[in-house]
DNA sequence: GTTTGATCATGT
DNA sequence: ACATGATCAAAC
């Protein structure tokens, strides 16, 4: 049986996260017969992946949770020093054509993070990416309050695009959830409905969780040892 | 083009 | 310093 069904349980995962802890992405990449790039500008999700393989995910991109017996999403984190995030964190594309139906429970976004295993890996300027450690991951779902602070971004921003205004929506909606280019480039195109309701060709969207809300979940974590 | 994984790079 | 808007790579 390979090693990435022989998973049983969450705790089984979370265990093998905390293994990593410590652990830096040189150690992880070496074992996984993998070379560490010499940065991330032209590899930005190679940390991401190297991690989701050290934990067993099967390779590759597919739709699903990355563990799909367990309903886990995994999500690598870059923190300072500190502990707290650097960056947003990309939940989803957003379908900005046919909205109709799409209510928060059965949204995309809520079902990405129903279930997520929170990997910190260490980010800070200056030190080289294969000398970088990985954190003590945690494993967590949305309280109620969260999972309220998200609906409610969430509504406004979706209404938004119903009524064809996705051209007008800025980084700077949302308290904890927004809604930014995810693209190729800037010439990437997709379809969304104008204000007219006709479907007219625009740059692709996806929703992200602002650090300042990833902070709150890896709160009290001591992401990286010290 | 979309979805997977994200970080870069520039303006404020 | 920090967030927004832009972008990188691979699989499909």
């Known amino acids: 049986m390979p090693f990435a069904t022989s998973l049983k349980t969450e705790e089984e ?7 990593l802890a410590g652990q830096s992405i040189a150690a992880i990449a070496q074992r996984l017969g993998r070379q560490v790039p010499p940065n991330l500008r032209r590899a930005k999700g190679w940390a991401g992946e190297l991690i989701e393989r ?24 870059p923190v300072a020093r500190d502990g707290r995030p650097c960056e947003s964190t ?21 079902r990405k993070l129903v279930r997520v ?15 970088r450690r990985i954190g003590q991951a945690m494993l967590w779902s949305p309280t109620p309050e969260q999972e309220q602070q998200l609906r409610l971004d ?8 119903a009524l064809g205004r ?17 693209a190729a480039s800037g010439r ?7 204000a007219a309701g006709e479907l007219t060709a625009t740059l692709p969207r996806g929703f992200y969780l602002r650090p300042a809300f990833t902070a709150q979940i890896l709160a009290g974590h001591y992401a990286i040892a010290r």
């Open 54 to 77: 050290a934990l067993g995910a099967a390779a590759g991109s597919k739709a699903g949770p990355d563990f799909p017996q367990l309903g886990i999403e995994v999500k690598t984190v």
């Open 90 to 110: 990309h939940v989803c594309a957003a379908s900005l054509a046919d909205v109709v139906g799409i209510h928060w429970e059965n949204s995309p976004v809520r």
């Open 13 to 19: 995962l979370l265990s093998r996260a905390r293994v």
């Open 117 to 131: 295993l929170w990997v910190p890996v260490e980010a800070e300027a200056g030190v080289p990416l294969g000398q």
């Open 154 to 161: 969430w509504e406004e921003l979706m209404e938004l695009i």
């Open 188 to 194: 990437a195109r997709t379809k969304a409905p104008n």
């Open 166 to 182: 996705a051209d007008e929506i800025r980084g700077e909606q949302g308290v904890y959830l927004q809604l930014r280019p995810k």
